[in-house]
């Protein structure tokens, strides 16, 4: 029982004790130190008091960020990351602050410095009322037995201090049911940098994926050195093998046990921020919406989540007793890791380094909001001429 527990219930006997007899007194008194744990005498003197119990003020100084427009800027920034998490919004904040006038009201030097400042932990209490959870979907993964002899598991960590080692999975865009034709949507990540590409596919076909991959290679600031997937058919197939055979190509590919998620960690838990918080789980069996997605996919939304959102590295995990301690790196973009790598040429680097200046975070996510509208506007449109059909 705590402190504001034994105080309501002092509270409430206090009255009945002091109207009752001798002999109840001492009844009431009993059970009163039983329950709360007090000395008599100092129990006694708890109930024959008149003040005891009241609400008190907050005890310490009064908080510094209780600025309704230090509150406001900060729910701006962390809406338009998409709901990251403290200690990445953290990071994040360094870079969307100087656009932040250009989206918004002008703010003083003190608020901005206040907003530099903050610990996860106070932007944590601050955001806590208007956080939401969101819901599960289907898997869609069909095992391909063909070639699992002919592809290797990957029982061990590839070089994860260089870039070129990617995981890759596909998300499945078919609402309720996994039955007919609908969108798939690939996702390729980079186990060193973090960085994360998305392409929609209708499908999921073995050709439709190799272009998909074929163009997001051409995408990367990097080479694709390694090329792991789960255990699906659109990855375990003849036409893929040969893609990565073929004309010198020195890429590993492999595969992860079947049935084990964590094989896939890196590119798994991408599933929610880069598709479904995107796309939602809504069903889209509409074939000429692969293209816009293809638009955004590979254009602002891949700017805006290597650019500008901040992501952590599990660095160490040690399991003590029955419990995990996970240790993590300072949030960085995947763009701040591709710049520190000694793997990657200056020229990429000087490219990259000119299209981040060039580029303001809040305008691209106007443009994403742009996009996502005409995209769920086609959908809405087919799906009340079928109803009318």
Not at 271 to 288: A, C, K, M, P
Not at 298 to 307: K, Q, T
Not at 319 to 344: A, F, G, H, L, V
Request: charged share 30%.
């Amino acid at each position: 029982m705590g402190q504001n527990e034994k105080k309501a219930y002092c509270y409430a006997i206090k009255e009945r004790y002091n109207k009752s007899s001798k002999q109840d007194k001492s009844i009431i008194l009993n059970e009163f130190c039983k329950v709360c744990g007090y000395n008599k005498k100092y129990a006694i003197r708890l109930l024959n008091k008149k003040d005891t119990y009241r609400c008190k003020k907050k005890v310490g100084r009064k908080s510094s960020y209780s600025s309704p427009v230090f509150i406001t800027a900060l729910k701006n920034i962390w809406i338009a990351t998409d709901y990251i998490c403290s200690k990445r919004l953290k990071e994040a904040i360094a870079l969307w602050l100087p656009y932040y006038e250009s989206a918004y009201e002008d703010i003083s030097e003190e608020t901005k410095n206040k907003l530099l400042t903050i610990s996860p932990a106070t932007i944590d209490r601050i955001l806590k009322p208007i956080r939401k959870i969101g819901n599960k979907g289907l898997c869609g993964t069909k095992p391909g037995s063909i070639l699992k002899t002919q592809i290797p598991i990957k029982t061990d960590n590839w070089d994860v201090n260089k870039p070129g080692f990617m995981e890759a999975d596909t998300v499945a865009h078919g609402g309720n049911s996994t039955q007919g034709d609908f969108i798939w949507s690939l996702t390729m990540t980079d186990i060193h940098t973090g960085w994360t590409e998305n392409r929609a596919v209708w499908n999921k076909g073995a050709l439709g994926i190799i272009t998909q991959i074929k163009n997001i290679e051409g995408s990367i600031p990097f080479d694709l050195l390694g090329f792991d997937c789960d255990n699906g058919s659109e990855f375990l197939n003849h036409h893929l093998l040969r893609y990565f055979k073929e004309n010198g190509k020195n890429t590993k590919f492999t595969r992860s046990r079947p049935y084990k998620k964590n094989d896939n960690a890196h590119v798994e838990q991408k599933n929610w921020t880069q598709v479904r918080h995107l796309f939602g789980y809504d069903r889209l069996d509409i074939e000429s919406l692969v293209e816009p997605m293809n638009d955004l996919y590979s254009n602002e939304w891949s700017l805006y989540n290597n650019l500008f959102r901040p992501s952590q590295k599990l660095i160490k995990k040690v399991k003590i007793n029955s419990k995990y301690i996970r240790k993590y790196d300072i949030p960085k973009t995947p763009y701040m890791r591709i710049i520190e790598s000694k793997y990657i040429s200056d020229e990429n680097k000087e490219l990259l380094r000119k299209k981040f200046e060039q580029l303001n975070p809040f305008e691209l996510k106007m443009q994403i909001e742009k996009k996502l509208k005409k995209i769920f506007k086609n959908i809405s449109v087919t799906s009340n001429v079928r109803h009318r059909i």
